[in-house]
Protein backbone atom coordinates (compact mmCIF):
# COMPACT_ATOMS: atom_id res chain seq x y z
CA UNK A 1 0.00 0.00 0.00
CA UNK A 2 1.26 3.42 -0.57
CA UNK A 3 1.55 6.49 1.36
CA UNK A 4 0.36 9.69 1.03
CA UNK A 5 2.89 12.01 -1.14
CA UNK A 6 4.55 15.05 -0.12
CA UNK A 7 3.29 16.65 -3.20
CA UNK A 8 0.22 16.83 -1.64
CA UNK A 9 1.75 19.28 1.00
CA UNK A 10 3.97 21.41 -1.72
CA UNK A 11 0.89 21.35 -4.16
CA UNK A 12 -1.41 23.29 -1.16
CA UNK A 13 1.77 25.51 0.50
CA UNK A 14 2.32 26.68 -3.53
CA UNK A 15 -1.39 27.14 -3.73
CA UNK A 16 -1.47 29.18 -0.28
CA UNK A 17 -3.40 26.66 1.44
CA UNK A 18 -2.71 26.29 5.12
CA UNK A 19 -1.99 22.14 5.92
CA UNK A 20 -3.03 20.14 8.93
CA UNK A 21 -1.23 17.83 11.76
CA UNK A 22 -1.66 15.82 14.43
CA UNK A 23 0.87 14.18 16.51
CA UNK A 24 0.39 10.45 17.86
CA UNK A 25 1.87 9.70 21.12
CA UNK A 26 0.40 6.59 22.53
CA UNK A 27 2.24 4.13 20.02
CA UNK A 28 -1.49 2.88 19.16
CA UNK A 29 -1.89 0.87 15.71
CA UNK A 30 -5.44 1.10 15.79
CA UNK A 31 -5.08 4.93 16.84
CA UNK A 32 -2.71 5.41 14.33
CA UNK A 33 -4.82 4.10 11.82
CA UNK A 34 -7.83 5.85 12.84
CA UNK A 35 -6.34 9.14 12.57
CA UNK A 36 -4.80 8.57 9.58
CA UNK A 37 -8.03 7.77 7.99
CA UNK A 38 -9.84 11.06 9.50
CA UNK A 39 -8.53 13.14 6.91
CA UNK A 40 -5.63 15.39 8.22
CA UNK A 41 -2.69 16.38 5.91
CA UNK A 42 -0.09 14.55 7.79
CA UNK A 43 0.48 12.47 10.89
CA UNK A 44 3.43 12.82 13.18
CA UNK A 45 4.92 9.46 15.15
CA UNK A 46 6.17 11.14 17.94
CA UNK A 47 9.79 9.47 19.13
CA UNK A 48 10.62 12.27 20.91
CA UNK A 49 7.88 12.64 23.75
CA UNK A 50 5.47 9.66 23.21
CA UNK A 51 5.15 6.50 24.58
CA UNK A 52 6.42 4.19 21.38
CA UNK A 53 9.99 2.68 20.58
CA UNK A 54 11.61 2.00 16.78
CA UNK A 55 8.93 -1.06 16.57
CA UNK A 56 6.05 1.07 17.49
CA UNK A 57 7.13 3.69 14.91
CA UNK A 58 7.56 1.17 12.22
CA UNK A 59 4.18 -0.53 13.18
CA UNK A 60 2.71 2.22 13.23
CA UNK A 61 3.59 4.06 9.99
CA UNK A 62 2.49 0.85 8.35
CA UNK A 63 -0.79 1.09 9.72
CA UNK A 64 -0.99 4.32 8.13
CA UNK A 65 -0.11 3.26 4.71
CA UNK A 66 -2.86 3.42 1.92
CA UNK A 67 -3.91 6.89 3.64
CA UNK A 68 -3.53 10.21 1.81
CA UNK A 69 -2.06 11.45 5.12
CA UNK A 70 1.81 11.96 5.04
CA UNK A 71 4.20 9.94 7.22
CA UNK A 72 6.17 12.16 9.54
CA UNK A 73 8.19 11.37 12.28
CA UNK A 74 9.42 13.65 15.16
CA UNK A 75 12.58 12.18 15.77
CA UNK A 76 14.21 11.91 19.59
CA UNK A 77 17.07 14.00 18.61
CA UNK A 78 19.55 15.07 16.34
CA UNK A 79 21.55 12.04 15.66
CA UNK A 80 22.22 10.25 11.99
CA UNK A 81 21.40 6.94 13.17
CA UNK A 82 17.91 8.06 14.10
CA UNK A 83 16.94 10.22 11.18
CA UNK A 84 18.18 7.26 8.77
CA UNK A 85 16.26 4.70 10.76
CA UNK A 86 12.75 7.10 10.77
CA UNK A 87 13.51 7.68 6.70
CA UNK A 88 14.22 3.96 6.00
CA UNK A 89 11.14 2.90 7.91
CA UNK A 90 8.87 5.11 5.43
CA UNK A 91 8.77 8.69 7.06
CA UNK A 92 8.24 11.44 4.48
CA UNK A 93 8.48 14.15 6.26
CA UNK A 94 10.84 14.75 9.99
CA UNK A 95 11.10 17.47 12.32
CA UNK A 96 13.86 17.38 14.83
CA UNK A 97 13.56 19.32 18.15
CA UNK A 98 15.97 21.89 19.71
CA UNK A 99 17.84 23.24 16.33
CA UNK A 100 20.05 26.02 17.86
CA UNK A 101 22.51 26.96 15.46
CA UNK A 102 23.58 26.57 11.44
CA UNK A 103 26.00 23.78 12.33
CA UNK A 104 22.75 21.44 14.11
CA UNK A 105 20.47 22.13 11.10
CA UNK A 106 23.43 21.12 8.71
CA UNK A 107 24.00 18.02 10.60
CA UNK A 108 19.98 17.21 10.72
CA UNK A 109 19.66 17.70 6.96
CA UNK A 110 23.21 16.46 6.23
CA UNK A 111 21.60 13.25 7.58
CA UNK A 112 18.33 13.16 5.74
CA UNK A 113 19.45 13.11 2.06
CA UNK A 114 21.44 11.00 -0.15
CA UNK A 115 24.22 12.22 -1.48
CA UNK A 116 25.87 14.06 -3.01
CA UNK A 117 23.15 16.50 -0.99
CA UNK A 118 23.69 14.52 1.97
CA UNK A 119 25.26 11.70 4.33
CA UNK A 120 22.40 9.12 4.42
CA UNK A 121 23.40 5.71 3.87
CA UNK A 122 21.40 3.30 1.45
CA UNK A 123 19.34 0.86 2.95
CA UNK A 124 15.49 1.67 2.68
CA UNK A 125 13.69 -1.84 2.68
CA UNK A 126 10.43 -0.68 4.34
CA UNK A 127 10.69 2.86 2.56
CA UNK A 128 11.28 0.86 -0.93
CA UNK A 129 8.52 -1.17 -0.13
CA UNK A 130 5.78 1.32 0.52
CA UNK A 131 6.68 3.97 -1.79
CA UNK A 132 7.87 2.03 -4.49
CA UNK A 133 11.58 0.54 -6.22
CA UNK A 134 12.21 4.10 -7.60
CA UNK A 135 12.37 5.35 -3.90
CA UNK A 136 15.85 6.38 -3.60
CA UNK A 137 15.46 8.50 -7.20
CA UNK A 138 12.28 9.53 -7.20
CA UNK A 139 10.98 9.71 -3.43
CA UNK A 140 13.72 10.19 -1.33
CA UNK A 141 14.55 13.96 -2.69
CA UNK A 142 11.24 15.25 -1.73
CA UNK A 143 11.59 14.11 1.73
CA UNK A 144 10.45 17.39 4.10
CA UNK A 145 13.11 18.16 7.15
CA UNK A 146 11.71 20.58 9.49
CA UNK A 147 14.14 22.13 12.22
CA UNK A 148 12.25 22.45 15.67
CA UNK A 149 12.71 26.36 16.81
CA UNK A 150 12.52 25.76 20.98
CA UNK A 151 14.96 28.48 22.46
CA UNK A 152 15.72 31.64 22.45
CA UNK A 153 19.08 30.62 21.13
CA UNK A 154 17.38 29.15 18.18
CA UNK A 155 15.58 32.55 17.69
CA UNK A 156 18.76 34.14 18.15
CA UNK A 157 20.29 32.00 14.78
CA UNK A 158 17.48 32.14 12.89
CA UNK A 159 18.86 33.88 9.77
CA UNK A 160 22.24 31.45 9.76
CA UNK A 161 19.42 28.06 10.23
CA UNK A 162 17.36 29.50 7.25
CA UNK A 163 20.38 29.86 5.17
CA UNK A 164 20.91 26.04 5.30
CA UNK A 165 20.43 24.55 1.85
CA UNK A 166 18.25 21.56 1.58
CA UNK A 167 16.02 22.51 4.87
CA UNK A 168 12.16 23.01 4.05
CA UNK A 169 11.44 25.00 7.02
CA UNK A 170 10.96 25.88 10.25
CA UNK A 171 8.96 24.03 13.46
CA UNK A 172 7.64 26.02 16.06
CA UNK A 173 7.94 23.89 19.50
CA UNK A 174 5.30 26.22 21.65
CA UNK A 175 5.81 24.72 24.82
CA UNK A 176 9.54 24.63 25.19
CA UNK A 177 9.82 27.95 23.18
CA UNK A 178 7.61 29.70 26.03
CA UNK A 179 9.71 27.83 28.56
CA UNK A 180 12.66 29.14 27.34
CA UNK A 181 11.47 33.18 27.15
CA UNK A 182 9.19 33.44 29.63
CA UNK A 183 9.70 30.31 32.37
CA UNK A 184 6.79 29.36 31.71
CA UNK A 185 5.77 26.20 29.13
CA UNK A 186 2.78 27.68 28.08
CA UNK A 187 0.86 26.29 24.40
CA UNK A 188 0.03 30.17 23.88
CA UNK A 189 1.40 32.18 21.07
CA UNK A 190 -0.03 34.91 21.45
CA UNK A 191 0.86 35.53 25.36
CA UNK A 192 3.22 38.39 26.32
CA UNK A 193 6.87 37.10 25.53
CA UNK A 194 6.17 34.94 22.82
CA UNK A 195 4.22 36.71 20.01
CA UNK A 196 7.38 38.47 18.90
CA UNK A 197 9.28 35.74 18.73
CA UNK A 198 6.81 33.54 16.66
CA UNK A 199 5.95 36.71 14.76
CA UNK A 200 9.74 36.56 13.88
CA UNK A 201 10.37 32.99 12.72
CA UNK A 202 7.11 32.99 10.36
CA UNK A 203 8.41 36.19 9.16
CA UNK A 204 12.06 35.47 8.35
CA UNK A 205 10.79 31.87 7.37
CA UNK A 206 8.71 32.70 4.81
CA UNK A 207 11.25 35.47 3.16
CA UNK A 208 13.88 33.07 3.35
CA UNK A 209 11.31 30.79 0.70
CA UNK A 210 10.76 28.57 3.20
CA UNK A 211 7.82 26.47 5.09
CA UNK A 212 6.50 28.00 8.19
CA UNK A 213 4.58 25.46 10.98
CA UNK A 214 4.08 25.42 14.35
CA UNK A 215 2.52 23.18 16.91
CA UNK A 216 -0.96 24.27 19.31
CA UNK A 217 -3.07 22.61 21.82
CA UNK A 218 -5.96 24.94 20.91
CA UNK A 219 -8.21 25.75 18.25
CA UNK A 220 -8.64 29.29 19.22
CA UNK A 221 -4.91 29.67 18.32
CA UNK A 222 -5.70 28.69 14.58
CA UNK A 223 -6.59 32.29 13.24
CA UNK A 224 -3.82 33.89 15.31
CA UNK A 225 -0.69 31.52 13.74
CA UNK A 226 -2.45 31.61 10.13
CA UNK A 227 -2.71 34.95 10.16
CA UNK A 228 0.83 35.28 11.46
CA UNK A 229 1.45 33.14 7.87
CA UNK A 230 1.92 29.79 9.36
CA UNK A 231 1.79 27.49 6.65
CA UNK A 232 1.08 24.47 8.49
CA UNK A 233 -0.13 23.61 11.76
CA UNK A 234 -0.21 20.49 14.26
CA UNK A 235 -2.84 20.63 16.13
CA UNK A 236 -2.12 18.86 19.58
CA UNK A 237 -1.68 14.80 19.79
CA UNK A 238 -4.67 11.82 20.05
CA UNK A 239 -3.51 11.38 23.83
CA UNK A 240 -4.93 14.99 24.03
CA UNK A 241 -7.68 14.80 21.71
CA UNK A 242 -8.75 11.65 23.13
CA UNK A 243 -8.80 12.64 26.71
CA UNK A 244 -10.57 15.48 26.47
CA UNK A 245 -13.35 13.37 24.17
CA UNK A 246 -13.59 11.08 27.30
CA UNK A 247 -13.83 13.80 30.02
CA UNK A 248 -16.43 15.58 27.80
CA UNK A 249 -18.26 12.32 27.38
CA UNK A 250 -18.41 11.60 30.99
CA UNK A 251 -19.34 15.68 31.98
CA UNK A 252 -22.31 15.19 29.45
CA UNK A 253 -23.14 11.58 31.14
CA UNK A 254 -23.36 13.14 34.46
CA UNK A 255 -25.43 15.71 33.30
CA UNK A 256 -27.94 13.83 31.73
CA UNK A 257 -28.41 11.16 34.18
CA UNK A 258 -28.63 13.79 37.12
CA UNK A 259 -31.42 15.70 35.09
CA UNK A 260 -33.20 12.46 34.44
CA UNK A 261 -36.84 11.36 36.30
CA UNK A 262 -36.09 8.04 38.21
CA UNK A 263 -39.64 5.73 37.29
CA UNK A 264 -39.32 2.97 39.76
CA UNK A 265 -41.69 0.17 39.56
CA UNK A 266 -41.01 -0.81 36.15
CA UNK A 267 -41.92 -4.28 35.01
Request: hydrophobic share 50%; proline share 4%; glycine share 10%.
Amino acid sequence: MAMGSTALLTRKWQEGTATTGVSLAMGSLLGAEAVAASGWDCVTIDMQHGALDERDMMQMLQAAAGYATVPFVRVRWNGPAAIMKALDAGALGLFCPLIETAAQASQFVEACYYPPQGIRSIGPLLAQLRHGTDYVQAVAPQVLSFAMIESAAGIAALDEILAVPQLTGLYVGSSDLALSLTGDPLFDPGVAGVLEAVSTIARKTRAAGKIAAIHIVDLEHAALVRKLGYQHVVFASEYRLMMQAVRDAHGRLCAALEGAPVELGLA
